[in-house]
């Protein structure tokens, strides 16, 4: 089942700084939530965020009483220690928050998408189950180069005008 994840004003917590970390800060970033990330290192992309106010770092190793400090609803655990990502993952279902792992999503409560945004007003998700992120990523962009023939003007138009249907 693909759902569109509410998470305006909801703290989300990310586990790891590097490249996946980054990936999973730039799909929820534009989103009302406030992020912070906990890690010892950094990406540029992701101090770039922090200094424009948009996240919050603590440049430190995080653990499982990470959860307990930060008390997230969303926990993101994106580090290349899996003992670690295994031990967060198991606490945070504990303790009832919602959560995802980039070593192991068939143990997330969600998946992470391949995403085309169009004009701030519609989403399109793509999914493989799973199966082939790079498939998936492959059929995101053939439906970003060609989204504008498929969602017109006058549909943007007609959302913009909060209609039901198109005529």
């Known amino acids: 089942?693909?759902?569109?994840?509410?998470?305006?004003?909801?703290?989300?917590?990310?586990?790891?700084?590097?490249?996946?970390?980054?990936?999973?800060?730039?799909?929820?970033?534009?989103?009302?939530?406030?992020?912070?990330?906990?890690?010892?290192?950094?990406?540029?992309?992701?101090?770039?965020?922090?200094?424009?106010?948009?996240?919050?770092?603590?440049?430190?190793?995080?653990?499982?009483?990470?959860?307990?400090?930060?008390?997230?609803?969303?926990?993101?655990?994106?580090?290349?220690?899996?003992?670690?990502?295994?031990?967060?993952?198991r606490m945070a279902k504990e303790m009832g928050i919602m959560r995802y792992s980039v070593s192991d999503p068939q143990c997330s409560d969600y998946a992470h998408l391949a995403i085309v945004k169009f004009r701030d007003l519609v989403q399109i998700a793509v999914s493989t189950n799973g199966k082939s992120p790079t498939m998936a990523k492959r059929i995101r962009n053939n439906i970003k180069d060609n989204i504008s023939d498929i969602v017109t003007l006058d549909i943007i138009d007609g959302i913009r005008a909060g209609r039901l249907h198109t005529h």
Request: net charge negative; charged share 20%.
């Open 1 to 89: 089942m693909i759902v569109d994840l509410h998470i305006n004003s909801k703290n989300v917590l990310v586990i790891g700084g590097g490249e996946q970390a980054t990936k999973r800060i730039s799909s929820i970033i534009d989103e009302d939530c406030a992020i912070t990330v906990v890690s010892p290192k950094f990406s540029a992309s992701i101090l770039d965020m922090a200094g424009d106010g948009n996240i919050t770092i603590h440049q430190r190793e995080a653990d499982t009483a990470t959860l307990q400090e930060m008390n997230p609803d969303i926990v993101i655990v994106a580090t290349d220690n899996h003992t670690l990502n295994n031990d967060i993952m």
